[in-house]
């Protein structure tokens, strides 16, 4: 089992970027795949970008391709979202979550572990 924590929300001007950060506890982060969703108010809940377990084979929803960048330090049970060129439709709460299965995944069903989430603002 994995505990995940994530932080570095806030309020942004657009244009502008944030780096979110998951901590993850125990010492088995090396053999999850990792991934960021995000979910806005009234909406369902989407994939933003996921991570191998050695971190060499990142994924990319469209929306943000290009934008951000997904990494993550094994050594320091630690993922990471870098986020740049912030519009304000990335507004959301963003969570990061863990899979314990080898394949890349995109929906959020296919994730065993999960965050409490924090608030991205991107004013306008």
């Known amino acids: 089992q994995v505990q995940l924590v994530e932080s570095g929300g806030g309020l942004v001007q657009a244009g502008g970027s944030l780096r979110l950060s998951c901590s993850a506890s125990g010492r088995t982060f090396s053999s999850y795949v990792m991934g960021w969703f995000r979910q806005a108010p009234g909406r369902e809940r989407e994939f933003v970008a996921a991570?191998?377990?050695?971190?060499?084979?990142?994924h990319y929803a469209d929306s943000v391709k290009g934008r951000f960048t997904i990494s993550r330090d094994n050594a320091k049970n630690t993922v990471y979202l870098q986020m740049n060129s912030l519009k304000p439709e990335d507004t959301a709460v963003y969570y990061c979550?863990?899979?314990?299965?080898?394949?890349?995944?995109?929906?959020?069903?296919?994730?065993?572990?999960w965050g409490q989430g924090t608030q991205v603002t991107v004013s306008s």
């Open positions: 979550a863990a899979r314990s299965i080898l394949i890349l995944a995109t929906r959020p069903r296919e994730y065993d572990y």
């Open positions: 991570i191998s377990r050695s971190g060499g084979i990142p």
